[in-house]
């Protein structure tokens, strides 16, 4: 059985990086017809995988933020009094990303609902930070995980190897394995985090092999380049 993990890379020129965890976060604003905000409405994610809810309620000034929610597909619903009920579903929630759902309501029965199925929005508003989510299956079908010397000295297939699908990336071969090297930084100027925790070997990247997660018990690897938050 393939564990829900979620491994965090997170690689960058400077010497100190300070990450941001392994949830997601939806966020957004709740309006009526005219356009006015609508405080105090009822507002449900629901993780479509495990069946978990995550009930929020809007502001004062019609906004609403569901954080720390566990990457995978969820479903919103938003519910007030004398306005059809909003589903908004397909929604994709990755790692250490903000997506922006805004919610126009309908005025009419409770009992009455609208059903949005439109894509999650590529764009991102919320935040100028860069960063790359690679999924297991994409993982899994492209010949980057190599074994052997190429993917360290622990001679299993590398998940860390995933960074070459990144422009301006290389990985540069160390005496205990491959080193990341993004937009011409030097090595050891990362963190990698697991569920959120710090997995970092302190003798350096190439050391990280040693230790690395399986491949086949990670979910989704992100990879954060710039502009993250400052926790």
Do not use: C, W
């Not at 930070?129 to 010949?143: G, Q």
């Not at 190897?161 to 301006?168: E, S």
């Amino acid at each position: 059985m393939r564990h829900l993990l979620t491994v965090s890379l997170l690689l960058t020129s400077s010497l100190r990086l300070f990450a941001q965890a392994d949830r997601g976060t939806i966020t957004g604003t709740v309006i009526d017809p005219t356009g006015a905000v609508l405080p105090n409405v009822a507002i449900e994610a629901k993780n479509v995988n495990t069946g978990a809810l995550f009930p929020v309620a809007s502001s004062a000034t019609g906004n609403y933020t569901i954080s720390a929610l566990p990457t995978g597909g969820y479903e919103l619903t938003v519910t007030a009094p004398g306005f059809k009920n909003f589903t908004r579903a397909g929604l994709t929630v990755q790692a250490a990303q903000t997506i922006r759902i805004d919610v126009s309501l309908e005025v009419g029965s409770s009992s009455e609902s609208v059903t949005v199925t439109e894509a999650t929005p590529l764009l991102k508003t919320e935040s100028g930070d860069m960063s790359h989510v690679i999924a297991t299956s994409r993982m899994n079908n492209l010949p980057i995980l190599q074994t052997g010397a190429a993917a360290g000295s622990g001679g299993i297939r590398n998940p860390f190897t995933a960074v070459a699908l990144m422009p301006g990336s290389a990985l540069v071969q160390g005496g205990t394995g491959p080193t990341v090297r993004i937009n011409g930084g030097v090595n050891n100027s990362q963190t990698i985090l697991i569920e959120g925790m710090d997995a970092s070997n302190s003798l350096g990247q190439g050391a990280s092999q040693q230790n690395q997660p399986g491949v086949d018990s990670i979910e989704e690897l992100a990879i954060q380049t710039s502009n993250y938050a400052a926790e």
